[in-house]
Nanobody, 115 residues
Framework: QVQLVESGGGLVQSGGSLRLSCAAS????????MSWYRQAPGKQRELVAR???????NYADSVKGRFTISRDNAKNTVYLQMNSLKPEDTAVYYC?????????WGQGTQVTVSS
């Protein structure tokens, strides 16, 4: 059974930092590309960052320079380090693992940034 479990969300003041984790099980983690998405109330889910199985990364323009995605294949975990958080970063954050013809989603973790 495939599971992606996010953790690390919470309430933080503007300018603060959080690190999200997504632990995967039931997949060969090292061959999967991993990504973080977020969905704010009333808005569509959007891609925040992704990291390939080779370690290449991409970021949404809105988070470049503030967020860093990384992965630890030995721990089957992908991380999202979020610095200089803004109220507009408030959303439910989801991780996604994807490979050829398959994709798996976690249940999400809430991040709330107060002004």
């Amino acid at each position: 059974q495939v599971q992606l479990v996010e953790s690390g969300g919470g309430l933080v003041q503007s300018g603060g930092s959080l690190r999200l984790s997504c632990a995967a099980s039931g997949i060969i983690f090292s061959i999967f590309h991993m990504s973080w998405y977020r969905q704010a109330p009333g808005k569509q889910r959007e891609l925040v960052a992704r990291i390939t199985n080779g370690g290449s990364t991409n970021y949404a323009d809105s988070v470049k320079g503030r967020f860093t995605i990384s992965r630890d294949n030995a721990k089957n975990t992908v991380y999202l380090q979020m610095n200089s958080l803004k109220p507009e970063d408030t959303a439910v954050y989801y991780c996604k693992g994807y490979g050829p013809a398959v994709e798996y989603w976690g249940q999400g973790t809430q991040v709330t940034v107060s002004s």
